[in-house]
């Protein structure tokens, strides 16, 4: 009998699926292993029956950790997640009238984190670009700018690694960074700026207008890329309209509280899971330089700041190849 599964890789993971993804082939996928499962609608209502919700009951968003150590995530008009309690499988089941592309994004993201963490890897929030060969990563609260700005990068030359979920390994001394979904999410009118030639794959969610863009081969990197520089996007009540473009070195005590504030997962914490965190944030903020990217947030300003951006990767590359000669 034929095995039927999809095998890709995303996050440097190896993911198996029952239904067909929106993912790369298997490729450099060994830092764990992930099975996704289609389950039908209800199949989870027995497990939740009794569930310690502890969002408000009128919320979009549901999650409760059961008492056998296994995640249950839901989002109003995407669909609902069960993650097993060692993480090496994720339950999942559509809401009515969701769109596939739209469930794969919380899927891929906020479900994956939770599977990834359970398996003792530390994902980050970040958007990351690759430029010259180097990953750039762009850390940042919500709204800060990081998915505007990589496309003003992508409308450049650059290519996407990874929108939202980075999960980084070290590897002879160096961090790499591992690519994820082929997609990002954009409003319209960035989109329509930068993506023209793209045709969105509806919405994230029925809430929002923000837009499931999958990209060709052209525009991402399939494989893992090392991890050359760290732009922390301040958020806009820091930026102002009349201020320059700032890209400022960070202290070593600076850059290690950016990257733990950079955690992807914060719902998942016992003091084993807090060192590991630690230990990561320490290594990343030891071993990349990071700095702080202040900008004014007008759409006529970007160009000034995506030079900026690309003039001081190249500058970083080129202090990082003369470290290794």
Same mark, same amino acid.
Not at 44 to 66: E, M, N, T
């Given at each position: 009998?034929? =095995? ?14 029952d239904?067909p ?11 764990a292993r992930v ?8 199949a989870?209502d027995?497990a939740i029956? =009794?569930?310690?919700f ?6 979009w ?8 150590g296994?995640?249950y995530?839901?989002? =109003?008009?995407?669909g609902?997640f ?6 090496r ?15 794969q ?8 984190s939770?599977?990834?963490v359970?398996?003792?890897l530390?994902?980050l929030?970040?958007?990351?670009v690759?430029?010259g ?11 800060s700018?990081k998915?505007?700005l ?11 690694l ?8 070290? !590897?002879?001394g !160096? ?31 029925? =809430? ?5 863009l999958?990209l ?15 732009y ?19 202290t ?5 509280i ?10 998942l ?19 990349v ?7 004014p947030r007008?759409?006529?300003?970007l160009?000034?700041?995506r030079?900026a ?7 970083t590359a !080129? ?7």
């Amino acid at each position: 009998m034929s =095995d039927s599964r999809y095998r890709y890789g995303v996050c440097g993971v190896a993911v198996v699926s029952d239904t067909p993804l929106a993912l790369p082939q298997y490729a450099d996928a060994g830092l764990a292993r992930v099975e996704l499962r289609r389950a039908a609608a209800g199949a989870f209502d027995a497990a939740i029956a =009794d569930a310690p919700f502890d969002v408000p009951a009128d919320s979009w968003y549901r999650f409760a950790a059961l008492p056998d150590g296994s995640i249950y995530v839901a989002w =109003d008009g995407v669909g609902a997640f069960l993650v097993e309690p060692d993480g090496r499988a994720i339950a999942w089941s559509p809401a009515d009238g969701s769109s596939l592309e739209s469930v794969q994004v919380y899927m891929l993201g906020q479900a994956l984190s939770f599977a990834l963490v359970k398996q003792r890897l530390e994902p980050l929030h970040a958007t990351v670009v690759v430029i010259g060969g180097l990953a750039i990563a762009l850390l940042g609260e919500n709204g800060s700018g990081k998915s505007t700005l990589a496309a003003s990068l992508l409308d450049a030359g650059a290519r996407l690694l990874t929108d939202d979920l980075l999960v980084v390994h070290e !590897r002879a001394g !160096r961090l790499l960074a591992f690519p994820g979904a082929p997609r990002i999410k954009l409003f319209p009118q960035i989109a329509s700026r930068y993506l023209s030639g793209v045709a969105a794959h509806g919405s994230m969610n029925p =809430d929002t207008q923000k837009l499931i863009l999958p990209l060709d081969d052209g525009r991402t990197s399939a494989a893992a890329v090392a991890l050359g520089a760290t732009y922390v996007v301040a958020p806009p009540r820091e930026a102002g309209r009349g201020e320059d473009v700032r890209i400022d070195p960070l202290t070593p005590r600076d850059a290690l509280i950016e990257v733990v504030k950079a955690t992807f997962n914060r719902r998942l914490v016992n003091a084993d899971r807090l060192a590991r965190q630690f230990e990561m944030a320490a290594r990343v903020s030891t071993l990349v330089p990071i700095k702080r990217l202040t900008y004014p947030r007008a759409l006529d300003r970007l160009p000034q700041v995506r030079d900026a951006v690309l003039l001081d990767a190249a500058q970083t590359a !080129r202090g990082m190849a003369c470290a290794s000669c």
